[in-house]
């Protein structure tokens, strides 16, 4: 049982430091080809030696069987109930192509599409996914479109897809989406869900109405769809929560901007490991949490690349020693999600989960693998317990009562 | 942790089959004569070789420390949480004779008893435990009641019990025993717990007071005593919770029963466990969840007759090869509660488990049994997450976030 209120009830700041490393999806399943699963199979002589004398677990990301996005997963291991703050769809996916939300800008996921000319019906809900640069050009015209009252900062992702974000005073993110989900229906207005939210609908609706005039003649691009308007959810800083001056160190949009999300400062680093690496050796003098992210166990494991999901986890356990050479009074290495190979896919399966300071009472497990972790002393627990655990280790907790 | 809303929110149709096989009451304790469990006494290769390449671990059947009835118990591994949903003791019987329920149905348990012909008293209240062949005779003569506005539907149980189902519009479950519970006071009248009943309390009164008429003549069982009132509760059905076309296979009126509550269509089937599992292989097209249910280790446990329970876990284990012989994308293997021969009844002790899937992360435990689970990668989990494991390994479930 986790009581994260509790835990914030009994932070204090201290002198301690914690890293915690994620590395993305770095649970698996045994691959058909080596009846291993990548941890077991990379060779890994820092993470087995330094496994051996931590506290192991598995951890559960969000709930028995539930697969998790990158976006809950991550609030779980950062203290916050994924269940309790909702990441709409148009957040996570302006923070993936880097684009910093204010608190009142409303954010959407945004497609080209292919109307009928006559009957305004919609004949491709993804406008034959038009070329990326083709993409960037339509983007660029759209820039151009003015509406008083709010500001449209839009990005171009690949082929049709895009990300809108309306920024302006008094916005609401309860719109439905506009994108029927079938073709042989025309894009709908953007509707209110709430009251509220009537003033940014209307935003929404005149912005649209000069998208249509503009890329009138734009075949097979000649329209929008948005889809996942949501605002920034209201999530208390890791500073307030914990007391802890923390800092995140990421090559990826996404994860930085879900660190932010949580308060925390983005540092910045270069887009290999090493570079990360380098980052946390650099700026360790400056804070006392450190979220370091690998993100390549994940890439691998989703395109069933098993042989380099194997690489990035030898790759991460050469770097381990310099981490460990910071001395830092407690040290998570876990991940957000697994990732077999085998499934090209986030999974439900628990994660590898090991915890190394002067206050474990490991189990002397023989590696640091799935199996190893089962049998280890924390057991099967809710990634949810990862930060109470970072803080009691950091000895950042006060007693409860007396 | 388990959370079901978010688990049928995720759920969606697919082709893949699930077949949760429930041995009832497979959990043991080491039985003084040979100090092993039945699991560990029964010689069971085709279960041990599952095991190796299954997912194991041990449920909680309710909590920590509690002993299940079978309703609850059965709630809990057909996904609903049994300390929500409460199924009346009335409407338990009710199933376990094999009443079909009807929505505005009011089922209660029902004593014989005698009283004293001057005062009223009760002086014995299971009329010295009547024959039942004379429990039949005088419900025999107990349906010749008419009350206006109700129909009466009673079944004789064993010795002085039976099973009375009241049948009208607008009835409700929320009365109070006629059961004082001690000799020595009169009968109670039935009291509505709520304004609603009020009405209902009155037709059975009507119908107690014609009872006691009819019976006055028959000591020792002159008047009978009502208890556990209740209606069915409403519960969703599993095609609408978890998206599926459930259904079950079971000799035993009360399991049957328990799964009509939750939905699941109810497939004739014979007396013998061989006759269960033909009628898997018959309907297995037609469905893609099969509740399946092994009794007899339940009922030898609870007679304390340890030899009878091993022997019946060997008959199911020489039926596993059938029922992989169908190739099911998801085989659960587990039990409802323990029901130790030692203890002669149900108990708290969690329960084995296993989940066979192409999907599963297995830790090669020796065999199938108590202390193997105990030491399985699942660990000790609650019973309500054997729907979202089995609906996860289905690949049933869509992610959550992004």
Redesign the interface.
Known sequence: MVNIELVSSLSQKTETKIILVVVDGIG???HPCVGR?ALEEANIPNLDRLAAVSSCG?V?P????????????HLALFGYD??RYD?G?GV??ALGVGLELQPSDVAARGNFCTVDDSSGVITDRRAGRIPTEENRRLVEMLRSINVEGVEVILESGKFHRFVALFRGQGLSGELYDTDPQHVGEKPKDAAPRTPDAAYTANLVNQWLEKVREVLKNEYPANMVLLRGFAGLPDIPGMSQVFKLTPAAISGYPMYRGLARLVGMEILETGPSLKDEVETLQAQFDNYDFFYLHVKDTDSSGEDGDFKRKVEVIEEFDALLPSILGLKPDVLIVTGDHSTPAK?K??????VPFLIHSEWVRPLRVEEFS??AC??GDL??F?SLGTMPLALAHGLKLGKFGA
């Open positions: 698996g399943l045994p699963t598995l559960e969000v709930a028995l069987g539930i697969t998790p996005g990158s976006g809950p997963s994924p269940l990441i769809r996570l996916e499934m896919a986030h999974s439900w399966h628990p799935e199996a089962a049998k057991g099967v809710p």
